[in-house]
């Protein structure tokens, strides 16, 4: 009787041993669990509509009656096109895939310091709602390491967040819009009291100047000069640019088909390098151009354009 009693004993003491164990086990899978768990986001929830500002690195962007402009000098100027529509699709579709790092050790590596890294927030009228780190992008270039800012975890996230926050050039340095070169059927060229206009010969890819028959591959890389030069610098005009125009330069017209001409005014120089251009569509601004650009791309003379 008493061993048997011993054994019950025995038996109660292993279970309850036992028991504790596989509790300590469970609680560390848990706890494990728990400190791999990745959130939803790294943001509040918010609608794109109710945001007002932006601030990517020390730069603003801010939407004023309801567009985005971003700030240069005190001053709102256009964005680049597409880079708003960017953001608003990575806030919308960003998804965390994983945890990389919980302590600053991984911080340099992956280039979410404070120093490294792309400081990115976001604010509605009453408040922030984005505040994070974008860091450097992952190994397949189609994700981004990112982080709260006041917190160590650093998260994997698709998509490529690296590529929609770090820009060179936020500002709308276009001239003019985008322009389909086949379309174009007329140029236009008054400079320093002479007029010049090259034609496009019907439905062909034959152009003339008067009675010279023009190099066809000559007159589309002057086209594509004109309409795809971005400028240097865009300025609010102001009664000194506005002298830049008293006496252009040159004046280049396009005639499009189906479509309003587009007219492009080149002024006095801004710099030793650079001329002052203006679209008088857009007349609340003025645009810096390279002097290279507009003298040996835009305004060539005939005898570089005719065939050989």
């Known amino acids: 009787m008493k061993k048997t009693n011993r054994n019950l004993v025995v038996g109660v003491v292993i279970l309850a041993v036992l028991a504790g164990f596989w509790f300590a086990v469970g609680q560390t899978t848990q706890e494990k669990k728990s400190s791999n768990a990745v959130p939803d986001s790294l943001w509040q929830s918010f609608s794109w509509q109710d945001v007002q500002e932006l601030t990517i690195r020390r730069t603003l962007f801010k939407k004023i009656d309801n567009t985005w402009k971003v700030e240069k000098d005190n001053i709102f100027f256009p964005i680049t096109l597409g880079a708003i529509d960017q953001i608003e699709n990575f806030f919308a579709d960003s998804q965390l895939k994983g945890k990389v790092a919980q302590t600053t050790v991984k911080h340099t590596q992956l280039e979410v310091t404070a120093i490294q890294g792309i400081h990115v927030t976001a604010s509605t009228s009453s408040k922030k709602v984005v505040d994070v780190i ?7 270039f189609s994700s981004c390491y990112i982080r709260k800012s006041d917190e ?4 994997l996230a698709t998509p490529n967040c690296k590529f929609t926050f770090d ?11 985008v322009v389909n070169n086949l379309q174009i059927e007329k140029i236009s060229i008054e400079q320093e009291g002479a007029f010049r206009e ?10 003339k100047e008067g009675d010279i028959d023009l190099d066809a591959e000559k007159v589309k890389n002057l086209m594509s000069a004109i309409t795809g030069t971005q400028a240097a610098n865009i300025l609010l005009s102001s009664e000194e640019t506005a002298d830049a125009f008293t006496t252009p330069k040159a004046t280049i017209q396009l005639d499009i088909k189906d479509h309003d001409s587009i007219t492009i005014i080149v002024g006095t120089e801004a710099s030793g390098s650079e001329y002052y251009i203006q679209n008088p569509t857009k007349n609340e601004y003025v645009y810096t151009v ?3 650009r507009v003298d040996d791309q835009w305004l060539i003379p005939i005898d570089e354009l005719k065939k050989d």
């Open 134 to 140: 974008v860091g450097k992008s992952g190994i397949d």
């Open 167 to 177: 820009k060179n050039e936020w500002h709308n340095l276009n001239i003019m819009p």
């Open 290 to 292: 390279s002097k290279t």
């Open 198 to 207: 090259l034609l496009k010969q019907g439905e062909t890819v034959e152009w």
């Open 152 to 155: 160590d975890t650093v998260y």
